[in-house]
């Protein structure tokens, strides 16, 4: 899926990354706590979350995400949409909430990502 | 790389706004000393996850990254409040963070576990009162 159409989807405003959004995506995590996001490593691309604090981006930047969703219509601060525009990650704010927002996604055909068991690699 | 080469940083506990910065820089430099996106990822997080613990934790402490040709090795050291049970707090989903912490993202108790299952080795000295040092190695 590219990001375009996870914005369409969610009716989010885009708030960086205008350029990167014909990026392709191919599964996503939907999560407000971070360690639980930094447990899961298999090529998850899009973080949506409720939590607009700058550890969120560091978090997608650790896994090398390339889009975060903020939803429950959250505003984060300038200094976080900065964080993640210098890291080339799309942010995305909706008004959906969480449940709904993942829901979305998933019946449009993006999936989760796969749980680490044993070893990251 | 023939040489080896050390990056120390300095964890401010005071603030959590800037938690994870010294990671972030490490991922950097590894991208750029091209090390393979996996082994980068592995590192990045492992010590992102620690100097998180040192910030929410034990009020901040030093890192230290030695990078050889065959392996990476990350220590964290903190003088913080110290962990009194170690085989509790490797559990999953063991967490002492305070309802403030929790709100932020932080409290899964998923961290130190993370640590584990992302290093190839990983050691950790703690005394109660006087402070924690974890020592993780990733081979190349
Ligand atoms: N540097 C430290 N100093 C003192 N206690 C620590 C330190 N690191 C971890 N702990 C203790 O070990 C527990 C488990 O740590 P862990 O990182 O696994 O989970 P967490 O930090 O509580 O939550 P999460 O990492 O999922 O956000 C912590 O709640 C805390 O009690
Ligand atoms: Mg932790």
Same mark, same amino acid.
């Given at each position: 899926m590219q990001i375009r159409e996870i914005a369409k989807l969610l009716n989010a405003k885009v708030l960086c990354g205008e350029e990167h959004l014909d990026r392709e995506v191919k599964s996503a995590c939907g999560c407000d706590m971070m360690s639980d996001v930094l447990a899961f490593v298999k090529d998850q691309a899009v973080l949506i979350t409720g939590l607009c604090n700058p550890q969120v981006v560091r978090t997608a930047m650790m896994m090398d995400m390339r889009c975060i969703v903020f939803v429950r219509g959250k505003n984060p601060p300038q200094e976080v949409i900065d964080l993640a525009c210098s890291a080339g990650i799309v942010v995305l704010a909706s008004d959906e909430r969480m449940y709904t927002a993942c829901g979305t996604l998933y019946v449009n055909g993006l999936a989760g990502g796969a749980e680490v068991h044993d070893r990251a690699c | 790389m023939t040489e080896h080469v050390n990056f120390h940083f300095e964890i401010d506990g005071e603030n959590f706004t800037s938690a994870g910065e010294a990671s972030v820089r490490i991922k950097k430099n590894l991208r750029e000393m091209g090390f393979s996106p996996e082994i980068i990822r592995r590192v990045s997080v492992a010590m992102y996850e620690g100097e998180i613990n040192m910030v929410i934790h034990a009020n901040g402490g030093t890192a230290d990254v030695d990078i050889y040709c065959d392996r990476i090795e990350i220590v964290l050291s903190d003088r913080g409040? @110290?962990?009194?049970?170690i085989e509790l707090a490797m559990q999953e989903g063991y967490s002492t963070a305070p309802e403030n912490v929790r709100s932020l993202g932080? @409290?899964? @108790?998923m961290g130190l576990p993370n640590m584990k299952r992302y290093t190839d080795d990983m050691k950790i000295e703690s005394k109660v009162g006087e402070g924690t040092t974890i020592s993780m190695t990733v081979w190349v």
């Open positions: - | 409040p @110290g962990i009194s049970n932080f @409290g899964a @108790g």
